[in-house]
């Protein structure tokens, strides 16, 4: 409750539910909320890090080291840890991998930012020193990263294959980083500027399970993973005119309840003919249009499947609305919402072919307008395959960038290393105690060099010793290669990352960081403290965890 004396009586101006925490206790609290964050995904990290069973309150069990599923799939309550969470989810979004590197350094740089707010220097000092190392760190990864020629296959393949290395994808990386080229090949256009543009709304990737990883495909077009609704349909249709419908094959319902009376036979028999008459007139506007084959995306009345299937009409039902977007542009067709006005320009070309192992339609289109194409991604088991298409997903998104923003990096620590040798460079020439916060994102970004050697089983203060002490040589490409243990070059041996993914990791976790040191207040209508409150304090890791039942919930899972 919160109170002002006026001439000895004191003002109540919040609830008495209300909690307020101030000062020194908020900042610890809210350091130690996201920290706590950060350091459930921290163990992830790199080629040889763990995976995380996540299981929720419905008893789905997940299985992955993808840092963003991981942070989405937990039940986070506390307001601070979700600030961390949301830098997950922003770098997933612009640039679809690197959520655990962004996440463990945003942990990092609050890590160092308390032991500064401990020597007194004001959190607006430390606010300032990260924004101008920030922008610093972002500018020197432009001026290390490496130009990418889009016919360099082996360069795209391997920033692909860094992504997937150490996820359940790894072992059959070569093929599946050969599969993705091919796809973004595909789908790839040049801009009028030279720069490479691509659509990855073009590239659908589906999951199947029973199979081997080694055994996923790349198809031209889509994948349909249902069956014909009527057993004497065809199943192949080569030339095939498709429709792409949003209307139910079905009797048209009344907006309101109706009953009808039935006096006698006569009168139901006209009433069920009049019903046939309805689907019948509707399949008939369909095959009139020259549609061989029809993908709803609602339901087919058994009656107008038997007429579909009497027109020698390949139908199928209930399509996921995904499934006919797709369609769309790989037959180059319009969804047709109103029969009425279907023409023959609504329908696309192509080829309908079904595989009865898989139990797929396999549609390619074959028009000026189609293209597409589809990533098959088999596995033996459900987790497996869920894991197989979250890497590829990300794989496929960094691979993309690498193309479209033309620019890539040594992996495996040694950009971070580089970045913080010329930070620390940089903070020389800081005037105030700025230059101290500039100096602790430097030390920041050398977590992860560090976190990969300590995943790796190595020894993280030799290894980043080893390295600091090659860059200061000049080489600023030597890398961990945990594979080895080595310090190499990590570029020549095939370890590369997509430099937008950087620079945005860089943007969110200092961008985050600064927002939780810039909050000196909590002001809360329900209540801050937890059980361990009493022991630990108000701002301590009791208080710190307090809204985060989720993740102690999770038992052993971190």
Same mark, same amino acid.
Do not use: W
């Given at each position: 409750? *919160?109170?002002? /004396?006026?001439?000895?009586?004191?003002?109540?101006?919040?609830?008495? =539910?209300?909690?307020?925490?101030?000062?020194? #206790?908020?900042?610890?609290?809210?350091?130690?909320?996201? /920290?706590?964050?950060?350091?459930?995904?921290?163990?992830?990290?790199?080629?040889?890090?763990?995976?995380?069973?996540?299981?929720?309150?419905?008893?789905?069990?997940?299985?992955?080291?993808?840092?963003?599923?991981?942070?989405?799939?937990?039940?986070?309550? =506390?307001?601070?840890?979700?600030?961390?969470?949301?830098?997950?989810?922003?770098?997933?979004?612009?640039?679809?991998?690197?959520?655990?590197?962004?996440?463990?350094?945003?942990?990092?740089?609050?890590?160092?930012?308390? !032991?500064?707010? =401990?020597?007194?220097?004001?959190?607006?000092?430390?606010?300032?020193?990260?924004?101008?190392?920030?922008?610093? *760190?972002?500018? !020197?990864?432009?001026?290390?990263?490496?130009?990418?020629?889009?016919?360099?296959?082996?360069?795209?393949?391997?920033?692909?294959?860094?992504?997937? @290395?150490?996820? %359940? @994808? &790894?072992?059959?990386?070569?093929?599946?980083?050969? +599969?993705?080229?091919?796809?973004?090949?595909?789908? *790839?256009?040049?801009?009028?500027?030279?720069?490479?543009?691509?659509?990855?709304?073009?590239?659908?990737?589906? @999951?199947?399970?029973?199979?081997?990883?080694?055994?996923?495909?790349?198809?031209?077009?889509?994948?349909?993973?249902?069956?014909?609704?009527?057993?004497?349909?065809?199943?192949?249709?080569?030339?095939?005119?498709?429709?792409?419908?949003? &209307?139910?094959?079905?009797?048209?319902?009344?907006?309101?309840?109706?009953?009808? $009376?039935?006096?006698?036979?006569?009168?139901?028999?006209?009433?069920?003919?009049?019903? !046939?008459?309805?689907?019948?007139?509707?399949?008939?506007?369909?095959?009139?249009?020259?549609?061989?084959?029809?993908?709803?995306?609602?339901?087919?009345?058994?009656?107008?499947?038997?007429? +579909?299937?009497?027109?020698?009409?390949?139908?199928?039902?209930?399509?996921?609305?995904?499934?006919?977007?797709?369609?769309?542009?790989?037959?180059?067709?319009?969804?047709?919402?109103?029969?009425?006005?279907?023409?023959?320009?609504?329908?696309?070309?192509?080829?309908?072919?079904? #595989?009865?192992?898989?139990?797929?339609?396999?549609?390619?289109?074959?028009?000026?307008?189609?293209?597409?194409? @589809?990533?098959?991604?088999?596995?033996?088991?459900?987790?497996?395959?869920?894991?197989?298409?979250?890497?590829?997903?990300?794989?496929?998104?960094?691979?993309?960038?690498?193309?479209?923003?033309?620019?890539?990096?040594?992996? %495996?620590?040694?950009?971070?290393?580089?970045?913080?040798?010329?930070?620390?460079?940089?903070?020389?020439?800081?005037?105030?105690?700025?230059?101290?916060?500039?100096?602790?994102?430097?030390?920041?970004?050398?977590?992860?060099?560090?976190?990969?050697?300590?995943?790796?089983? +190595?020894? $993280?203060?030799?290894?980043?010793?080893?390295?600091?002490?090659?860059?200061?040589?000049?080489?600023?490409?030597?890398?961990?290669?945990?594979?080895?243990?080595?310090?190499?070059?990590?570029?020549? *041996?095939?370890?590369?990352?997509?430099?937008?993914?950087?620079?945005?990791?860089? $943007?969110?976790?200092?961008?985050?960081?600064?927002?939780?040191?810039?909050?000196?207040?909590?002001?809360?209508?329900?209540?801050?403290?937890?059980?361990?409150?009493?022991?630990?304090?108000?701002?301590?890791?009791?208080? %710190?965890?307090?809204?985060?039942?989720?993740?102690? %919930?999770?038992?052993?899972?971190?």
């Amino acid at each position: 409750m *919160a109170e002002r /004396r006026m001439q000895g009586q004191p003002m109540i101006i919040m609830g008495d =539910d209300a909690q307020r925490m101030k000062d020194k #206790d908020a900042q610890e609290h809210n350091i130690s909320a996201a /920290r706590a964050v950060a350091d459930s995904v921290r163990t992830t990290l790199g080629p040889k890090g763990m995976d995380k069973m996540l299981v929720s309150s419905m008893g789905d069990v997940t299985v992955t080291n993808d840092g963003v599923t991981i942070l989405q799939e937990m039940d986070i309550d =506390d307001p601070t840890a979700e600030m961390i969470v949301e830098v997950a989810e922003t770098q997933e979004d612009e640039a679809g991998d690197g959520t655990t590197t962004a996440v463990a350094v945003a942990g990092e740089l609050l890590k160092e930012a308390e !032991e500064l707010l =401990d020597q007194d220097i004001h959190a607006t000092a430390v606010i300032k020193g990260y924004n101008m190392a920030a922008e610093r *760190a972002r500018a !020197e990864v432009d001026e290390v990263a490496i130009s990418v020629d889009p016919d360099d296959e082996d360069l795209v393949r391997s920033v692909a294959e860094t992504s997937m @290395t150490g996820k %359940g @994808t &790894e072992l059959d990386k070569e093929l599946l980083s050969d +599969l993705l080229y091919r796809a973004l090949q595909t789908v *790839a256009i040049e801009a009028e500027d030279g720069s490479t543009v691509v659509d990855l709304n073009d590239v659908e990737i589906e @999951t199947q399970t029973g199979r081997q990883i080694g055994e996923s495909e790349l198809l031209s077009g889509a994948v349909v993973d249902k069956d014909p609704v009527h057993d004497n349909m065809p199943t192949e249709v080569e030339d095939a005119s498709v429709l792409l419908l949003n &209307e139910a094959i079905e009797v048209e319902e009344t907006e309101t309840d109706t009953t009808v $009376s039935v006096d006698n036979p006569d009168q139901l028999q006209q009433f069920l003919e009049k019903e !046939e008459a309805q689907l019948q007139e509707k399949v008939d506007q369909i095959a009139e249009v020259g549609a061989d084959v029809v993908f709803c995306q609602k339901g087919i009345d058994d009656m107008a499947q038997h007429f +579909l299937a009497k027109e020698g009409i390949l139908a199928v039902r209930r399509t996921r609305k995904s499934d006919i977007e797709f369609l769309q542009d790989v037959l180059g067709a319009s969804i047709v919402t109103d029969l009425d006005s279907v023409t023959a320009a609504d329908l696309g070309s192509g080829s309908v072919t079904r #595989d009865e192992t898989d139990e797929m339609f396999y549609v390619e289109g074959s028009g000026d307008g189609a293209h597409g194409v @589809t990533l098959l991604l088999r596995g033996a088991t459900d987790h497996v395959v869920d894991e197989v298409e979250r890497s590829v997903t990300d794989a496929l998104d960094v691979a993309s960038q690498a193309l479209t923003d033309g620019r890539v990096l040594p992996g %495996g620590g040694a950009i971070e290393v580089e970045l913080a040798d010329r930070v620390r460079n940089f903070a020389d020439g800081v005037e105030g105690r700025e230059a101290l916060a500039v100096e602790a994102f430097a030390d920041a970004l050398e977590l992860v060099p560090r976190v990969l050697a300590s995943n790796a089983g +190595l020894d $993280s203060i030799d290894t980043l010793v080893e390295m600091r002490a090659a860059h200061e040589g000049g080489d600023q490409r030597a890398g961990l290669n945990v594979f080895t243990g080595d310090i190499e070059d990590t570029f020549e *041996a095939g370890i590369v990352e997509p430099a937008h993914s950087k620079e945005q990791a860089l $943007s969110s976790a200092s961008e985050a960081a600064n927002l939780v040191l810039k909050i000196d207040d909590i002001i809360s209508a329900g209540d801050l403290s937890t059980e361990g409150e009493e022991d630990e304090g108000a701002g301590g890791m009791g208080g %710190g965890m307090g809204g985060m039942g989720g993740m102690g %919930g999770m038992g052993g899972a971190m």
